[in-house]
């Protein structure tokens, strides 16, 4: 079985610039997660995805950065302008959901995309 | 074996001998834990998890031990192996908002 795909694995720019990311979740997986990651920190929540619906975007920063999952599967996240504290690596996980009332619903990652903003 | 405490950045051990790797959670409202490893350029990977029902539970070379009373998680890695040598991060979830919060982590280092 295929895993979280993300793309692309390594992204630089000069600040300012729009970049966006992508997203491929575990099929099936109704629940996906975008996360950033700063070096030698542990990953944060950034959005959540219950199927097409955004359920928290509470650590999101709207003024630049946006995400979608139109159709309920794929994802984008991106971020316009980016500015220079923006570099870190941005993970994309999947979950089943918590249908049936799981507490277990553990999450898959991507092995994320790496952003540098020269 | 090697014991840390709480929340050391780094733990260096020799192969073969046992590791412990030390967590403390910050919600005592938590109901599930998970150790997740990571290694250099990947997504983090699932190890082992425990509900907050229980004190204790054991893997394939793991266990994850858990302290409600204090809020305290560690896991427990025998035989430490070179494959071993990863960051691992515990993570709390509380229970009905699937939100998964991460610590900052340990980064493992085993010496052949």
């Known amino acids: 079985e295929a895993g979280v795909v993300q793309s692309p694995r390594y992204k630089i720019i000069e600040k300012k610039q729009p970049v966006a990311f992508w997203c491929n979740p575990i099929?099936?997986?109704?629940?996906l997660y975008w996360y950033l990651q700063n070096l030698g920190q542990g990953p944060e929540l950034l959005i959540r995805?219950?199927?097409?619906?955004?359920?928290?975007d509470s650590q999101l920063p709207k003024d630049r950065f946006s995400a979608e999952r139109l159709k309920g599967v794929d994802s984008t996240l991106k971020i316009q302008p980016a500015e220079l504290g923006d570099s870190a690596v941005y993970l994309c996980?999947?979950?089943?959901?918590?249908?049936?009332?799981?507490?277990?619903?553990?999450?898959?990652f991507g092995p994320g995309t790496r952003l540098t903003v020269l | 074996g090697e014991s840390v405490g709480l929340h050391l950045p780094t733990l260096s051990v020799q192969e073969g001998d046992n590791s412990i790797i030390n967590c403390a959670y910050s919600?005592?409202?938590?109901?599930?834990f998970i150790w997740y490893k990571q290694e250099s350029g990947k997504g983090p990977q699932f190890i082992i998890d425990?509900?907050?029902?229980?004190d204790k539970r054991q893997g394939q070379r793991v266990t994850v031990l858990l302290n409600k009373t204090v809020k305290h998680l560690s896991l427990q890695i025998a035989a430490t192996q070179p494959g071993d040598s990863a960051v691992y991060f515990c993570?709390?979830?509380?229970?009905?908002?699937?939100?998964?919060?991460f610590g900052a982590g340990t980064r493992l280092t085993v010496k052949p």
């Open positions: 425990i509900r907050s029902n229980m």
């Open positions: 996980a999947s979950s089943p959901g918590l249908a049936g009332g799981r507490v277990d619903n553990e999450q898959f």
């Open positions: 995805y219950e199927n097409e619906e955004a359920v928290d």
């Open positions: 099929s099936g997986h109704n629940t």
């Open positions: 993570a709390e979830i509380l229970y009905n908002n699937n939100d998964m919060r």
């Open positions: 919600n005592s409202a938590s109901d599930y």
